[in-house]
């Protein structure tokens, strides 16, 4: 049976607002990193081979689960799909930075311009597209790169700091202490980064981790202590800063009751996360650090195991398990 022109209008409509939906319903799930977001992102894609989109999801459900391999898949089949589609070439890029940590030096070489390529090609579609700005930075400075050089990280640094200030004087810290080996001139310009963080829109989470993790980097932990303080006194709700305490102790050793009680916080769920926060395995494996440097063997065995159960891939908190 034909159906009539109105009917076949109002059909059409009727399943691109459904498709609409589930994507919109598929991109709540990662942002919280539901392990339910892979099986929807699965099954969108069966129902909608053709859309960009759709596989965009699912490279990035797959990087959640860590399936980097699949994910280099689909987001190249997105990329075929939507050659000018600057989403797809920044997971595609994504995808390509997780796989070649996982691979040897050969097989890095082979798929090193691969990942220049679709960066570039993200920022060529998208200039605000700073996550692929900075990978850029990182892929120039890398001595072996093809096609690499500081005259082209410079230049990503340049139009970072014209969008984000906090982020460009990040990005000029990787150079000085990549290319130039000035840890004094890195010094300054995470200091400015810091000073530039309040005039960062609240939603802004990324930047902030970004700038205390640099804190933490160069082993200035009081100063880390205090951004993530001021942080979590601006932002309480917010789950980010409390994670990052927990992180701060576990790594340095200091502020360990507070490390602890951000971690519970974050645990305990309530808090708003973003699709870049850690997940509960991570936290659990902090915690068990923590507890193990307090003295505490037998609670921290318990959270390295909670984390295991969570995730049994998780080589961390294995080591970390046996080192008890």
Do not use: C
């Amino acid at each position: 049976m034909r159906l009539a022109p109105l009917a076949l209008g109002l059909l059409l409509a009727g399943f691109s607002a459904a498709a609409f939906a589930n994507a919109a319903d598929i991109e709540s799930l990662l942002k919280v990193r539901d392990p339910g977001a892979l099986a929807k992102a699965q099954a969108f894609v069966e129902a909608n081979e053709a859309n960009a989109r759709a596989w965009v999801l699912l490279a990035r459900a797959q990087l959640q689960k860590g399936e980097a391999d699949e994910a280099v898949e689909s987001a190249e089949q997105a990329v075929e799909l939507a050659p000018n589609d600057a989403q797809a070439q920044l997971w595609l890029g994504n995808s390509l930075g997780i796989r070649i940590g996982q691979v040897n030096m050969l097989r890095k070489l082979t798929m090193a311009p691969s990942l220049r390529d679709a960066y570039e090609a993200a920022v060529r579609l998208d200039g605000n597209l700073l996550q692929a700005r900075s990978a850029l930075i990182q892929y120039y400075l890398y001595p072996a790169a093809p096609g690499g050089g500081v005259e082209k990280a410079q230049a990503q640094q340049a139009e970072i700091a014209r969008r984000n200030p906090a982020r460009g004087h990040l990005a000029e810290a990787t150079i000085q202490r990549a290319h130039f080996k000035d840890d004094s001139a890195a010094m300054r310009a995470i200091d400015a980064a810091v000073a530039a963080v309040p005039a960062l829109p609240a939603d802004d989470i990324d930047t902030r981790v970004m700038v205390g993790n640099s804190l933490v980097a160069l082993e200035r932990y009081a100063d880390a202590r205090t951004f993530y303080l001021a942080w979590a006194g601006v932002q309480p709700r917010q789950a980010a800063p409390h994670y990052q305490l927990g992180r701060l102790a576990a790594i340095s050793g200091q502020f360990l009751d507070e490390g602890g009680a951000g971690l519970k916080r974050y645990l305990d769920g309530g808090l708003a996360r973003g699709e870049n926060d850690p997940d509960n395995t991570s936290a659990w494996w902090r915690l068990g650090q923590i507890q193990a440097k307090q003295g505490d063997a037998a609670t921290a065995r318990a959270s390295f195991q909670t984390a295991l159960r969570l995730d049994p891939a998780n080589t961390e908190a294995k080591k970390s398990l046996d080192a008890l």
